[in-house]
């Protein structure tokens, strides 16, 4: 075992601080990465404050991990030292049950080993995440990075992005399908970006006009406000294809109403009670509404390789990690375009 410098939460209420953790020692399926950058991830402050009620302290986040190859286990034949690479929100599962062997380790039937705050079969207690100098992982969730790509904007590719490519894929978006991306966050702009690489006509769903000329640069091909009733009515009934990343309760009543006849929505951000839901607006065209969460290691490697084609990363506002604090708090007034990215050297100062 080795000790690395990292920040991290005691408890719900207290803020990150400098602390040290334990790294196990690589195996013969391990990757020893040295972290250069790590996202900013929502669900950072949520681990963080508790508020999903299952923390274990000290909570160290990060799950959108960028950083170097340092070391490799003799098993490992895919990795050497030096590659650039990536680790996103899991770094194990028991690779034997039906949806491992289907390439959707997220939704592992005896639990995927998650970056931080799961159970750590090697050292006993949890595992940390990537608010940290270094990180030890098995090979088969260890991701190679385009080298073409902007390292520190690939960072929330591990979450954000693959958070909405998923969807996007299984529900097979495709060139000239009219796509409504619901609300512009971290994973709206990602939605936006990849369904317009993809093809489709790209329409940004939001409550606030002022957000028109953001969304327009990202790629959007119109700006629908929701707010806006006549705006609603006219596009009733259009959509091949929605994806909702508001990330908190609400109603969804009027966004299904702009679906086709056989289209879906998609939720990727509201891991909470919604609003009743009318059953008359999904039985009268047949429509559907389901969910999605990150995606298996297949296919985010996929997402992946087409950022590298396609040149697509987030739109980042870099911070040092002694600046956690403040960045956690703007998060939660959204007042951030569009995801906040960690210069790990900062965490040697």
Not at 297 to 310: P, R, S, V, W
Request: hydrophobic share 35%.
């Amino acid at each position: 075992m080795s000790k690395v410098k990292a920040y991290g939460a005691q408890a719900s209420d207290a803020n990150l601080e400098a602390l040290d953790i334990e790294r196990r020692d690589i195996t013969a399926n391990d990757v020893k990465i040295e972290i250069t950058y790590c996202g900013v991830c929502h669900s950072d402050i949520h681990q963080v404050r508790n508020d999903w009620k299952n923390s274990n302290y000290p909570v160290v986040p990060g799950h959108e991990i960028i950083g170097k190859v340092t070391e490799v286990g003799e098993n490992v034949k895919n990795f050497k030292q030096g590659d650039l690479v990536g680790v996103g929100c899991m770094v194990d599962s028991c690779q034997e049950c039906d949806s491992c062997k289907d390439d959707l380790e997220q939704f592992c039937e005896k639990g995927a080993t998650l970056t931080y705050n799961s159970k750590d079969k090697h050292l006993g207690g949890h595992t940390f995440g990537g608010y940290s100098e270094q990180v030890i992982v098995d090979k088969d969730f260890v991701l190679k990075v385009p080298e073409n790509i902007d390292a520190r904007g690939a960072a929330p590719l591990l979450c954000a992005g693959i958070t909405t490519w998923s969807p996007l894929r299984h529900w097979n978006v495709k060139k000239g399908d009219k796509v409504g991306v619901i609300g512009l966050g971290g994973l709206g702009h990602m939605g936006v970006k990849f369904a317009h690489a993809l093809g489709a006509h790209v329409v940004m769903i939001t409550t606030s006009p002022s957000k028109a000329d953001d969304a327009k640069e990202l790629g959007a091909d119109e700006v629908l406000v929701s707010k806006d009733e006549d705006a609603m009515k006219k596009q009733a009934g259009t959509f091949d294809f929605l994806l909702n990343t508001v990330p908190v309760g609400h109603d969804v009543n009027p966004y299904v109403a702009l679906l086709k006849r056989d289209a879906t929505m998609v939720l990727v951000g509201a891991i909470e009670p919604l609003d009743p839901v009318h059953g008359g607006g999904l039985i009268g065209g047949r429509k559907s509404i389901a969910g999605s969460v990150i995606g298996g290691i297949k296919e985010t490697q996929e997402m992946l390789d087409f950022c590298g084609e396609h040149n697509i990363v987030s739109d980042i506002e870099m911070i040092d990690m002694q600046n956690i604090n403040e960045a956690f708090e703007r998060v939660v007034k959204s007042d951030v375009k569009y995801r906040f990215v960690i210069d790990m050297k900062s965490l040697k100062n």
